[in-house]
């Protein structure tokens, strides 16, 4: 199956810089008698770099985090620019703590994509050092129709 006629895939971009993240308190959530707790989180980031702009989410936990077992889902909301183009898209989280090793997945949710972000696909990869958050974004964004595109030899 060829992709539509007015949109075309470009190669994969990539992007990296650093934010700051302030995650509230743990609200316990509603959990059968005698199940496991579970716990909602807000959560806010301020992004610079290749990302500029800023993102509200909602963290979802379970678990024994001291005790090196757990699990979080999250989802956030991206507004600002992209390598400076002005949209938005939303993140999917899933992060698994097994035997104190972490198994962390953050993909941009198919189909979010708005303004200039339109289409994108990727996933984010993310690092603590130093306690700064770095993170790095391979994305794709479909060619628009309209805009010129180099000839291909």
Known sequence: M????HAE????QHCSGTFKVS???????ASPEGGPAQ???PLEKQFEGGLQGRSLGEMLAAGQPQQGEAAYVA?????????GRP????????GLMRAGRHDLRIAIVPGSGMGA???ITG?????????VHHYELAYTLPEQAGIATPPRD
Do not use: D, K, N, W
Not at 2 to 5: D, E
Not at 9 to 12: E, K
């Open 2 to 5: 060829s992709p539509a006629p």
């Open 9 to 12: 895939t470009v190669a994969p």
């Open 23 to 29: 995650i509230q308190p743990p609200q316990l959530m």
């Open 39 to 41: 716990a909602r989180r």
């Open 75 to 83: 989802l956030e909301s991206f507004q600002g620019t992209l390598q």
């Open 87 to 94: 949209g938005g898209f939303a993140l999917a989280h899933l």
């Open 117 to 119: 972000l339109q289409g």
């Open 123 to 131: 996933e984010l990869t993310l690092r603590i050092e130093g306690g």
